[in-house]
């Protein structure tokens, strides 16, 4: 059992740069989710996506904020000219249609 | 006022106590989700729910769709359980898939032995 994977575990970068980050989802996982996690809080749904189609976004999914799913596979979001409030956990999820979400171990992001 | 709300929002106990964590929520749901979450970020789902009771090992949810409220009890704790315990609901939407989960804070569970 792969589980969820996430890509990289940590990213630090200078405020303004732009970053990417991965999530490969269990192979027969139809839907996948990206959430957001700041310290002591829980997670904040961010954007899912069944197959390859983005079904939901939320507010806070600014126009900064991208994500794609181009082959029903793997996904990626993007954050262009980070700030220093997009400092989090980004977590991603899979699930076969309505089952229960398998967690990624995130990527913590740190903006400098 | 947050849709999902969790108490306590911390909880120490020594090793063999029976905890309970309550969680409250004020949207219509399609199932209510308890989760926990280890140092490090990993999230591990224990329960999915819509209605009634569950039991795994040591673990027990349950809900009352009525009141809009779910417990996870834990019988004789163990250091190992000491984690964030998080509940999460499913809105209704999109004829009630699970669209998206809404979150409540944690709950952060200490086991002493």
């Known amino acids: 059992d792969t589980g969820v994977s996430q890509d990289p575990r940590h990213k630090i970068t200078k405020r303004g740069q732009n970053v990417t980050f991965r999530c490969d989802p269990i192979s027969e996982h139809n839907r996948l989710y990206w959430y957001r996690q700041t310290l002591g809080q829980g997670p904040e749904f961010l954007t899912y996506?069944?197959?390859?189609?983005?079904?939901?976004k939320s507010r806070l999914l600014s126009d900064r904020f991208s994500a794609e799913r181009p082959k029903g596979s793997f996904s990626t979001l993007e954050i262009q000219r980070t700030e220093q409030g997009d400092s989090a956990m980004y977590l991603c999820a899979s699930s076969f249609s309505d089952q229960p979400q398998h967690f990624g171990d995130g990527t913590r992001l740190s903006i400098l | 006022k947050n849709e999902v709300e969790q108490s306590p929002q911390n909880l120490t106990a020594q090793e063999g106590e029976f905890i309970t964590i309550n969680c409250s929520y004020s949207?219509?749901?399609?199932?209510l989700h308890w989760l926990q979450q280890h140092p490090g970020g990993g999230i591990v789902s224990l329960f999915m729910?819509?209605?009634g009771k569950k039991k795994h090992g040591r673990l027990i949810a349950t809900i009352n769709i009525q009141e809009k409220h779910s417990s996870l009890h834990i019988t004789a704790s163990h250091p190992r359980d000491s984690a964030v315990y998080i509940c999460a609901v499913s809105p209704l939407n999109y004829g009630g898939s699970q669209g998206n989960l809404i979150f409540g804070k944690g709950t952060k569970l200490s086991v002493k032995p």
């Open positions: 996506f069944q197959n390859e189609a983005q079904l939901e």
């Open positions: 729910l819509s209605s």
């Open positions: 949207v219509g749901i399609s199932a």
